[in-house]
């Protein structure tokens, strides 16, 4: 494909540093999901449960979330036990 890498947007790091991506912390043996992400989805939880009390959101809406939430933790508890 004859791809090039851009030269001011490309960095090469040491495994020893940790990437943040996607929600995600990566570093060289383990996937965690990050400080913020966790308080974001903590925070839409409570506000989520606000408004279905309130009568504003449906409880269908929140469970899809939650399930959302549940895919993010499978990953992280599926890696673990693979790469042990």
Same mark, same amino acid.
């Given at each position: =494909?004859?791809? !090039?890498? *851009?030269p001011?947007?490309?960095?090469? *790091?040491?495994?020893?540093? *940790?990437? /943040? &991506?996607?929600? &995600?912390? =990566?570093r %060289?043996?383990?996937?965690?999901? $990050?400080?913020?992400? @966790? $308080?974001?989805?903590? *925070? %839409? $939880? %409570?506000?989520y449960?606000q /408004?279905?009390?309130?009568?504003q !959101?449906? !409880? !269908?809406? @929140?469970?899809?979330?939650?399930h959302?939430?549940?895919?993010? #933790?499978?990953?992280?508890?599926? #890696?673990?036990?693979q #790469?042990?």
């Open positions: =494909l004859c791809l !090039e890498l *851009h001011n947007k490309t960095t090469i *790091h040491t495994l020893n540093n *940790h990437l /943040d &991506y996607l929600g &995600y912390s =990566l %060289k043996n383990t996937i965690k999901i $990050r400080n913020k992400t @966790y $308080r974001a989805i903590k *925070h %839409k $939880r %409570k506000m449960l /408004d279905i009390v309130l009568g !959101e449906s !409880e !269908e809406k @929140y469970l899809q979330a939650v959302s939430w549940w895919g993010m #933790y499978a990953f992280l508890n599926t #890696y673990k036990q #790469y042990k």
